[in-house]
Nanobody
């Protein structure tokens, strides 16, 4: 089994910064794409940012220039540096990863439990 554990959420004022972390553990042979989604109250879950195994990144238009995603393959960890936060960034942020649990197995998709980010004065 694979677990994704997020950390780093919290309350921050508009214009502030937060850094989210997501550590993958368990049966992991390799990780392909890993990234962050978010879901605000009453809205659908949306992609925030992702990074694949060759470090190609993808960002939602709403966060380009403000958020930076990075990954540490040695630690099976992905980070999301969020700067210039706005009230509309308030949401539960979920980690998502495509993991190959063992050599020769197909990739499987996993979700973390989520971490709350609240941007408010």
């Amino acid at each position: 089994q694979v677990q994704l554990v997020e950390s780093g959420g919290g309350l921050v004022q508009p214009g502030g910064s937060l850094r989210l972390s997501c550590a993958a553990s368990g049966s992991i042979f390799s990780i392909n794409a890993i990234g962050w989604y978010r879901q605000a109250p009453g809205k659908q879950r949306e992609l925030v940012a992702s990074v694949n195994s060759v470090m190609i990144t993808n960002y939602a238009d709403s966060v380009k220039g403000r958020f930076t995603i990075s990954r540490d393959n040695a630690k099976n960890t992905v980070y999301l540096q969020m700067n210039s936060l706005k009230s509309e960034d308030t949401a539960v942020y979920y980690c998502n990863a495509d993991v190959r649990p063992r050599a020769g197995w197909s990739y499987r998709n996993y979700w973390g439990q989520g971490t709350q980010v609240t941007v408010s004065s």
